[in-house]
């Protein structure tokens, strides 16, 4: 079944309220652990515009300003007003150092930054829920600075011995907690995005096309759950000329 944008809000803003817990407990809180390994990967960059997108209840924020109160500009950009609701609740009372993050309600598909104004970008758990993936990357690359960082924090298909264990807790369990706490269709949609994501091969291509390409990778869950870090190329984009 396809999507549009607004399904995929509306979905969003229904499981806003149960969100953090379902995250904790389905994960058995290994989402607290996936998002401090992103934060440790975030350049330091004093007076720098940190920007998540697909930024939830904006916990990539709370566990980034934990080791980058350098940062002068925080902003959290998401499509749910719900979410963005919890989000700023939580940053009232989580940010003791750093400035208050600011919350906005955008698509990645047309982010509301200046072309070369952010040093860092995060989308976790996000690119995966973008109807136009293609065009969230090249907004990505647009906003960010040259040698700006983007960090992507997502789920995979995993590959190798363990594969079935997970289709197994992803496609049976998760939807069926889920549905105890929440809108079980929701969790029903969690695995098959997944499973129609990008396979790391497709990912890694598309952003070398938009010279942003991966540096680092690091994997979670076998492979399950992988990090990367990319870095936006200096120059314009060549287009190769078909001969
Ligand atoms: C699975 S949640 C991830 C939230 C958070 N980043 C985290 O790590 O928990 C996905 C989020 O992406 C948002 N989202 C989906 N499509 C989006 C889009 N096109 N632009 C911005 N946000 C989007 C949803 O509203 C939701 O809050």
């Known amino acids: 079944m396809s999507h ?39 350049p330091t960059c004093a007076g720098g515009t940190y920007v998540d997108v697909a930024t939830g209840t904006g916990d990539v924020l709370v566990a980034v ?32 150092i750093g400035s208050m993050p600011t919350f906005l309600q955008a698509s990645a598909e047309s982010l509301p930054f200046a072309d070369a104004s952010v040093d860092c970008l995060s989308i976790s758990f996000g690119l995966r ?8 990357l090249a ?25 079935r264990f997970f289709e197994f807790y992803f496609h049976r369990i ?3 907690v889920g549905g105890l706490f929440s809108d079980a269709s929701a969790y029903r949609y969690l695995p098959m995005s997944v499973a129609s994501f990008y396979s790391p091969d497709q990912l890694s291509r598309l952003l070398q096309k938009n010279q942003i390409p991966m540096v680092t990778q690091k994997n979670f869950l076998f492979g399950g759950c992988q990090l990367w870090v990319c870095q936006k190329e200096l120059g314009p984009i060549v287009v190769p000329v078909a001969s």
């Open 4 to 42: 549009t944008e607004s399904d995929i809000q509306q979905m969003f803003n229904t499981i806003a309220p149960n969100y953090d817990f379902l995250n904790r407990l389905l994960s058995l809180r290994q989402d607290v652990r996936w998002r401090q390994a992103l934060a440790a990967q975030v």
């Open 129 to 136: 829920n973008v109807i136009d993936k293609e065009k969230a």
């Open 65 to 96: 300003q934990a080791c980058h109160a350098e940062y002068a500009n925080w902003v959290g950009v998401d499509i749910s007003e719900n979410m963005l609701v919890l989000a700023r609740k939580k940053l009232d009372l989580e940010t003791t």
């Open 174 to 176: 998760l939807p069926r």
């Open 139 to 163: 907004e990505f690359r647009r906003v960010l600075r040259p040698k700006g960082t983007l960090l992507i924090l997502e789920f995979f298909t995993p590959q190798g011995a363990l594969s």
